[in-house]
């Protein structure tokens, strides 16, 4: 350990200049006192920070209202967020590297580091994910200042329709599925854009709207269904809802039937990215003309957590906190916001079930290497800070697939049109006009 990792083995001791001011701080703080207003909160409850090694935390006590902090020992704690000297020193970096953006990104998931660890009560720190993770943001921001981010700009006008249509899918049946439309070309000339798990298809306003794109494609954006604003398909119970490859790959096969699109490039990001390469695999069936994954692989396989599916957690707040910091830390905070926003407001079992596809119910290792790139290429896209899926994975598939493409995708992470749309839409060109040329 160097003498400059050595030095954060005493968080309060490194902090201290922080922390004499971090209370007047959090008081004033919108946000956090959003998270702790709730007459539900009957008696304080304390959750500790600390380095690995070390008896000396920083204690946050929550009520009613606010958020008090302090320094003390762990064992007056509910559960202590702990990890290595070095690792807090890369989290209070004004702008960290991947994956020290956000203490979920420390703890990792595939790429789980050593050292990290939640002491105490697991559900306590499943219960107060939002307001541990608000209250690290304030200890960040006021030790070095704020991440500086990119701004989106203000529009006054949108570009965007909606209407529903009737489609029916494997394993699913019928459903009434929404679905929105943007852009000036053809039906031979179309993309489609896939949500993430437990989202909708409002990730892609930002994409849709955007001048380049609009005179470059014909734009479809759908809710996959019991999503967003689809309907809950047929024989839908509540809780119940699962995703396979053979649903997936069969709704959006179903609904480029309904559109009469011909060979539309099929884009999507996280278990979307997944199933693109199902699409390409499968190509004939869907009659795509290529694909985009993004933040995608050919297997991902990780130890299933059931907080987003629990009687004990309110999954309003424990799912979207568990995605915010996938996220690039540079990305404009209201678009961070909204994918909070999104990711708090779908139905519940929604979020576990599609992700019964993306840990493991796709396996796509015995498939790429006949991925046919000529009839349809693949462009694989990767944001840099995404640590559920990191670009070392997605250029590990890509390297089996003849003739297929990949790109890091720099300052984005795991919802890479959602976080930057103007960014994110150089790189989709890109990945477009690779497609077009190799078609032609």
């Not at 050595?6 to 968080?11: E, G, I, K, V």
């Not at 007459?39 to 920070?49: M, Q, R, S, V």
């Not at 302090?70 to 702990?82: E, H, K, V």
């Not at 990215?273 to 692989?297: F, N």
């Amino acid at each position: 350990m160097t003498g400059s990792a050595h030095a954060w083995t005493d968080l309060p001791q490194q902090l201290s200049s922080s922390l004499s001011k971090i209370n007047s701080i959090a008081k004033d703080d919108g946000q956090l006192k959003a998270f702790t207003t709730s007459n539900a909160i009957d008696k304080p409850e304390t959750f500790g920070i600390k380095a690995a090694g070390s008896n000396n935390a920083i204690l946050v006590k929550v009520s009613n209202g606010k958020a008090e902090i302090t320094t003390g020992s762990p064992d007056q704690a509910l559960f202590t967020l702990s990890a290595l000297p070095e690792q807090w020193e890369n989290f209070f970096k004004q702008t960290p590297e991947a994956p020290y953006q956000s203490y979920w990104g420390m703890f990792g998931m595939n790429i789980k580091q050593e050292g990290i660890e939640v002491l105490g009560s697991q559900d306590g720190f499943a219960h107060w994910t939002h307001v541990w993770r608000r209250v690290l943001e304030i200890l960040h921001d006021a030790h070095v200042g704020e991440t500086p981010a990119d701004t989106e700009p203000e529009v006054d006008e949108d570009h965007i329709v909606g209407r529903y249509v009737y489609i029916k899918a494997p394993v699913w049946g019928r459903c009434k599925v929404f679905y929105e439309q943007s852009g000036t070309g053809d039906l031979s000339n179309t993309i489609v854009f896939l949500h993430t798990a437990g989202s909708d298809g409002r990730q892609y306003h930002g994409v849709l709207n955007d001048e380049r794109m609009r005179k470059k494609m014909n734009m479809i954006a759908f809710d996959l269904p019991a999503h967003g604003r689809s309907f809950p398909y047929e024989g839908y119970w509540p809780g119940m809802h699962t995703n396979t490859e053979d649903s997936y790959v069969g709704c959006i096969a179903a609904l480029v039937k309904k559109l009469g699109l011909k060979k539309p490039i099929i884009c999507g990001a996280s278990m979307a990215g997944q199933v693109c390469l199902a699409v390409a695999a499968r190509a004939d069936e869907v009659g795509a003309g290529g694909t985009i994954p993004l933040q995608g692989s050919d297997y991902l396989n990780m130890e299933r957590q059931w907080y987003d599916r629990s009687p004990y957690v309110n999954q309003s707040l424990f799912n979207p906190e568990w995605v915010y910091g996938m996220m690039s830390p540079t990305a404009p905070l209201v678009n961070r916001q909204l994918i909070w926003h999104l990711y708090s407001a779908q139905a519940y079992g929604i979020f576990h079930g599609d992700l019964d596809f993306y840990f493991g119910g796709w396996d796509g290792r015995s498939r790429m290497a006949g991925v046919d790139t000529k009839k349809c290429p693949v462009y694989m896209l990767t944001g840099e800070y995404d640590w559920s899926n990191t670009p070392a994975m997605s250029q590990a598939t890509c390297d089996k697939i003849p003739g297929g493409k990949h790109q890091a995708m720099k300052g984005l992470g795991h919802f890479p049109a959602t976080e930057n749309p103007k960014v994110f839409v150089g790189y989709v060109i890109e990945a477009i006009d690779h497609i077009q040329k190799t078609r032609q």
